[in-house]
Nanobody, 124 residues
């Protein structure tokens, strides 16, 4: 059973940076694809980024492309989301998710396991 715990959220000024971490427990983590999603107040959950289990394929939402970077360290069973040049519209609860398929997808239904979320607030 894979479990996910996010950390690293907080309050930051516009233009600043944060790095989110997602610690994964479970023996088969290295074969899972992982993704980050976010949900702002009053809005639906939206895709942010995904990375395949090999780490060789990544895909980003247009809204974060060039500013955010997803990476993973299978030896540490951790997935990261480096967020630079943050904007007020990036304010949301950020969720880490894992997919058994290993493919990586922007579709939330592809993911089998979700973390509890971490709040990111960007002040303008």
């Amino acid at each position: 059973q894979v479990q996910l715990v996010e950390s690293g959220g907080g309050l930051v000024q516009a233009g600043g940076s944060l790095r989110l971490s997602c610690a994964v427990s479970g023996r088969t983590f290295s074969t899972y694809a992982t993704g980050w999603f976010r949900q702002a107040p009053g809005k639906e959950r939206e895709f942010v980024a995904t990375i395949r289990w090999t780490g060789t394929y990544t895909y980003y939402a247009d809204s974060v492309k060039g500013r955010f970077t997803i990476s993973r360290d299978n030896a540490k069973s951790t997935v990261y989301l480096q967020m630079n040049s943050l904007k007020a519209e990036d304010t949301a609860v950020y969720y880490c998710a894992a997919s058994r398929s290993g493919r990586g997808s922007e579709w939330s239904g592809e993911y089998d396991v979700w973390g509890q979320g971490t709040q990111v607030t960007v002040s303008s």
